[in-house]
């Protein structure tokens, strides 16, 4: 008999006691934590005790009468510690802002992928809403931490990478965001947010953008275990963002446009109005198509890992494979994704061994028709012909002046879009333990991403309308290695329980090498043979394209950290990194970074018995970015060979180079706290941060006389500051029940400065037909409009507001002032959380407050419709909102007037949102049936993703493809 309690001596009900080498001969403990194990084998016998939120312990049997299991916590263990992927340190002497997630605090949110969860669990995490793209599985999200530090938009377009976009590391080695998506939730282990300069500084000149630190699961010594976890996803598009027009609403705004009325006397009002009346008898007859759901499917998805470990104290094996399958919601939309990995760690003495070996394989498909072709098409169109054949046009050309294409017809056309990619990764350790307090760690990881892409595009296809060379066929191969490794010597140390020391010297380098070749041929005679034996060959003067890039870096670093009595803390880093991104005479630089930290509950003057932790912190340092082209600052040429000279093939510039171009290094602050008290019920944290990005890296676009389409420089810099954190209270706090209230929050703001007068020309060239623009003080959240005083009642004509208030009918670019802001003012995750026993419960809903947004479906399908728009379904406002007769209070001007109206404040809108972002319940067992198969455990949890989205304006989401909502069913099995 025994008694099972949690670290505060509260007993535990519920846990599961059994013999390892009989599981079915277990018990639970009462509600009291006691037990009694009948039947238990003779000798030494191993006691497995396992409970519901706790760490299993296993102890030795030996004929004790009666014993005391205390079991941990499974999550405040991993939250006691941060883990840098170079070292890992205790959290209550660590000046930096950082915080570690489990997979258990992962899974609790869903099983898709880590961003998916991460953004609900990291308030300082920041993935956009693609509204292009919505849903689409083949595209990455784009994200970044506390804010950018790069300039962003049209200056920034043709940087290969996404400049504000974190630095990823997995196992310790540099990967990209496409390793990380690819990755098997069941796979991680734990993951680190790094997000100020203490805690990032270990990464110098990459880390500006903040640090994402993924660690999967490590093989465990033992008797061999089986798990195997899977994963079933229901998805469905969610189209509660469009407001198109029915039929019968579609008809009588035409009419009211004008549409059927004579303009002059080259149209024949007859033939109009048999025209209208043709239509009008469909509407009757109750043709009202519903093109929305054409392309569209709900998809049933699944994915399964499956890990084999076990081994002794010296040598440990994992072995995993995995399958994802990840299509979307447009039929002709997938991606698959398998993976396997072996891991193998081998200890002799004071040596570790280490190594970690990974496969991915991706198949991925592209739709053949974007999602708005089918938003266009009008409802009073039949989608088929009465014998069930599709026509290639709604409308007939003479009727239209221009095609317009069924959205069936071009969607049943071959025009296939395939990419297959095979990665391989190896990371390799050793490290070496000695004199007690030293450790000496070599790693160096080896990656080859190979990627193959097909199209092909039927010679039926409307593309090739009037061309001699029909149907086309492209291939584009690319081939990625990288090497990154470091060598890494660790001190640590504590002196009469009084002092503790840590320090981290090493040396880092890496490499990355891309090749790229493609090339399109053209004149095909059918679908049957797509390959480019059957084409007629290059189009005139084309030719295979190649491409190769390669850039190296590397870093000298050290990191010191000093603890006093665990009350005061002291971190310093200094780094030396070396990259061939940039200049020739900048190609070193340095970077530091410092924090300190003051336990303020560890003094001895401070005795409040119900104050648990308070903590103050602050840091300051100047982390770097290197997410640019490899060849940013060389002068680049493109060879043609159809002019020769006497020096052999001519070159033309394509680049200038630019010896002198410098780091984009920020000088990065952060003050925080950490309050906990009532016995750790009560938990708040909070960071404010302000960075400073000087001087900017930007690409300034050149007139053709110049040569080369742009420049790459330094110039002004930019402002970036705001705050973050969270509130946290367990309201019941019991060993067999829990509930908790969570809020996260966060609010970020940018500005630039010393700009001046040096981009003027393109807030010109933005003026009505952009929204950003580049000012000293401007942010690049700001939205730039020319303000409105609304529609004229009596004429149906927007009134401007001029700069001096004044009103008038004329758009004067000069007026244009700041109108909006995209940053929300507060934005974060409400959540509540319920255990009770073996069961428990999850609800996530993300709120965003106080930001703006340029309605662009307002603007293009209710106020910018053109005369040939009219032959597209349009917004139900462009019929119901604008302007009629004199003495309406319009919205948008009158229907009838087809002039373009310039963006105005007119079109930005307030917006707030509050979206079910996560909804799950949750039962695990380690009951008799689950011993009866042999079994440790069985978990059961079902989610809800993206179920709903509330927002105080309606606008299209996901216009070429849809968003999408999610529920799921994921399965866990432990042998």
Known sequence: MGVVKDQSGEPLPGAVVYVKSKPASGTSTDAYGNFILKNIPEGKQIIIISCLGME??????????????????????????VVTGIYVRKKDSFTGSATTYSKEDLKTIGTKNLIQSLKTLEPSLKVMDNNTWGSDPNRMPDMEIRGKTSIVGELSSDYDNTANQPLFILD????????????????????????????TAIYGSKSANGVIVVETVKPEPGQLRVSYSGNFQLQMPDLTGYNLMNG????????????????????????????????????????????????????????????????????????????????????????QIMSGNIDLTYRKNSLIFSNKFNVDLVNSKREPVEFSKFAEANPYYRKTNDDGTVSELLEPLDVAGEPIYNPLYLYNIVNNDATNDITLRDNFSIIWRFLQSFQLRGRIGISKLISQNEAFKSPSHPDFTGVDKKGSYSKNDGETFSYNGDITLTYGKVIKDRHQINAVGGWTFSEKSTKNSGYSVYGFTSDLHQNPQFSAGFDEGAKPTYKNATSRSTSFYLNGNYSYRNRYMVDASLRFDGSSVFGAQKLFTSTWAAGIAWNINNERWFQVDWIDLLKLRFSIGNPGNQNFDAYLSSGTYIYNPEYQNHFGTS?????????????????DKNFGIDFEFLDSRLRIGGDYYYKVTDPLLVSIPMPPSVGTDKIYTNFGGQISKGFSGMISYTAIKRPTTRLNFNLTFSNGTSEYFNIGNKLDFMNEKGSSTSLRRYYDGAS???????????????????????KDGSYTFQYDANDEVVVGSTAKDLEGVFSVSFYYKQFSASVNLRYQLGAQTFASALYNKVENITEQGMYYNQDKRALYDRWQKPGDKAKFKAIDNFESTPMSSRFVINENVLSGESISFGYE?????????????????????????????KEERGTDYPFSKNVSLSVGVRF
């Open 248 to 335: 019968e609403e579609k008809l009588q705004y035409e009419l009211l446009a004008g549409r059927y009325t004579a303009k002059d006397n080259m149209e024949s009002q007859d033939a109009l109005d048999a025209l209208y009346y043709s239509r009008l008898k469909e509407i009757k007859r109750g043709v009202d198509t519903y093109w929305l759901s054409e392309p569209l499917r709900a998809v049933f998805n699944h994915s399964h890992n499956l890990y084999v470990d076990g081994g002794d104290k010296a040598m440990q094996y994992g072995i995993g494979l995995s399958y994802n399958d990840e299509s979307g919601v447009m039929k002709g939309s997938d991606r």
């Open 651 to 667: 070159a033309i510039i394509e680049k200038f180079a630019n010896k002198g171009l410098e780091w984009q290094k920020t000088i």
């Open 56 to 81: 299993p312990k296993e102890f030795t049997f030996t004929g004790q009468k009666s014993a005391i299991i205390i079991l941990e916590e499974k999550v405040k263990k991993i939250q006691d510690v």
């Open 172 to 199: 310790g080695i540099e990967v990209t965001i496409n390793d990380i998506m690819n990755l098997n939730m069941d796979r991680i282990a734990n993951v680190t947010v790094l997000k100020d300069a203490a805690s």
């Open 925 to 953: 067992t380690a009951g008799k049936w689950v011993r009866a198969i042999k079994a440790q455990g069985v978990s059961f949890r079902l989610y809800m993703n993206d179920i709903f989205r509330i927002s105080s304006f």
């Open 780 to 802: 690049p959240d700001d939205i730039w409009a020319v303000r409105s005083a609304g529609i004229d009642p009596a004429t149906g004509r927007e009134v401007f507001i001029k």
